[in-house]
């Protein structure tokens, strides 16, 4: 049974550019949930999404965007890259299915972003 | 919103002694509660879950934990700890019916001396 799966596993860039970060959720699950984890910090949650639409989003900027394709994987893009925005990207899934909400979250090993 | 309080950063502890790790939310409305486990340069792993029933819940590696509604608490514990339990410990909570975002507290370190 395949877990998260989450690319690249590494990337650096520089400030003002734009990334995309790609995850594939666990087999069976249907929502995708993204969090940015600060060094020596908790995840904080930046948004998810449930059938391709966004349904719930953190305390971040425009600057972070996101799509859910119809296999469920999904994207996480950032825009004008900031210095502060170095950290690991974790990506999670849960099953929300017809009940309408999820219980438990899995993640994957996430990317490590470093802005120069 | 709900906020989680790990009320230790670092737990240094001898192997084979026991440990708790504290935590503590702000909410006592219908929730779900989660410790999760992060070792050097990976993801988090989940260690264990409260959704409902039983208030003691018995996770991976021996760990468990104890639900306690009235200090809105749910701390981790294991009778005696091994050298690879060294590693960073979150404890997560969600709101039952709203519940599309997970909580987290700042982590506890917990490291492991022989």
């Known amino acids: 049974d395949a877990g998260v799966t989450q690319s690249p596993t590494h990337l650096i860039k520089t400030r003002g550019q734009q990334v995309t970060l790609r995850c594939s959720p666990k087999s069976g699950h249907d929502t995708v949930s993204w969090y940015q984890q600060a060094l020596g910090q908790g995840p904080q949650f930046i948004f998810q999404y449930y059938e391709e639409e966004e349904r719930q989003r953190g305390n971040f900027p425009d600057r972070f965007s996101g799509h859910q394709f119809p296999n469920y994987s999904s994207e996480l893009n950032v825009n004008a890259l900031l210095l502060g925005d170095s950290a690991l990207y974790l990506c999670a899934s849960s099953l929300v299915g017809g009940g309408g909400y999820q219980e438990t979250q899995y993640f994957g090993p996430g990317t490590r972003l470093l802005v120069l | 919103a709900q906020s989680v309080t790990q009320l230790d950063s670092q737990v240094p502890v001898f192997e084979e002694a026991p440990v708790e790790l504290r935590c503590n939310y702000s909410?006592?409305?219908?929730?779900?509660l989660f410790w999760y486990v992060q070792y050097p340069n990976q993801g988090l792993q989940l260690l264990l879950k409260y959704l409902s029933g039983s208030t003691l819940v018995k996770g991976i590696n021996g760990f468990e934990a104890e639900f306690n509604k009235s200090q809105t608490s749910f701390h981790l514990r294991k009778p005696s700890v091994h050298i690879s339990d060294t590693a960073e410990y979150f404890c997560?909570?969600?709101?039952?019916?709203?519940?599309?975002?997970?909580?987290f507290g700042t982590g506890t370190s917990l490291t492991v001396i022989p």
């Open positions: 997560a909570v969600s709101d039952k019916y709203t519940g599309n975002q997970f909580y």
């Open positions: 909410s006592s409305v219908s929730v779900y």
